[in-house]
């Protein structure tokens, strides 16, 4: 069975800081691999999709990274901003799971001015 | 392009009486999901539906949730008798692709429920 670990859960980081968010999971048989972003009160927005083949994906200040093989990934996030606050969910679509998403808990950050 | 449109947004009912969430998928979707997603958690996949072919609802209770895909494109999701533990957000989602493209996933603004 599938679990999607997230590391740290809570985030606070002074404006301008340059900052990581840590997903692992556990089984690498995955065919991609999903960054999200929730607002308080709304759905989720989706960021960055990393295929199992490649190794990372940009945009804008946004950078997703994949190991897919020890089972990691990274979203980087530069020069946060007030605005970046939300939680940020990872999720991975599995091989053998009926390509069912399995979510972390997420990270909530916070950005402060 | 319309998102994914839920509603009610919010609904509070007492324990074992029954409630029901609507879902329009963006248009041209394929796929349309419920997840269920309780406070601090991450969501957790109820059933996805192919056009109106149910791909997987091997998480849904099935002896109190129920959903249909009425003609391949909006969908209801049903729970009868309610718990308290089903006190959560559910979300609808929908890809144009199968689960396997690596079509991007849209999520709509969720419906909160709370059962006292």
């Known amino acids: 069975k599938q679990e999607v670990t997230q590391i740290p859960a809570a985030l606070s980081v002074p404006e301008g800081e340059n900052l990581v968010l840590n997903c692992s999971f556990t089984?690498?048989?995955?065919?991609?691999l999903q960054w999200f972003r929730q607002d308080p009160g709304k759905g989720l927005t989706s960021l960055l999709l990393?295929?199992?083949?490649?190794r990372e994906q940009t945009s804008g200040r946004l950078n997703a990274s994949l190991d897919k093989s020890s089972g990691r990934s990274t979203l980087y996030i530069a020069a946060s901003q007030p605005g970046d606050s939300a939680t940020y969910l990872c999720a991975v679509r599995g091989l053998t799971s009926g390509s069912r998403l399995t979510f972390g808990e997420g990270t909530q950050l916070t950005v402060n001015p | 392009e319309a998102g994914v449109a839920q509603s009610p947004r919010y609904k509070i009912i007492e324990k074992r009486q029954s409630v029901a969430f609507w879902c329009n998928p963006i248009s041209g979707h394929a796929t349309l999901y419920w997840y269920q997603q309780i406070l601090g958690q991450g969501p957790k996949l109820l059933i996805q539906f192919q056009n109106n072919g149910v791909v997987d609802d091997s998480q849904l209770p099935k002896d109190r949730f129920s959903a249909e895909r009425l003609k391949g494109v909006d969908s209801t999701l049903k729970i009868q008798p309610a718990k308290l533990e089903d006190s959560a957000v559910y979300l609808c989602?929908?890809?144009?692709?199968?689960?396997?493209?690596?079509?991007?996933?849209?999520f709509g603004e969720g419906s909160w429920l709370t059962v006292v």
């Open positions: 989602a929908s890809s144009r692709g199968t689960g396997f493209s690596g079509n991007t996933i849209y």
């Open positions: 990393i295929q199992s083949s490649q």
């Open positions: 089984d690498s048989a995955i065919y991609n």
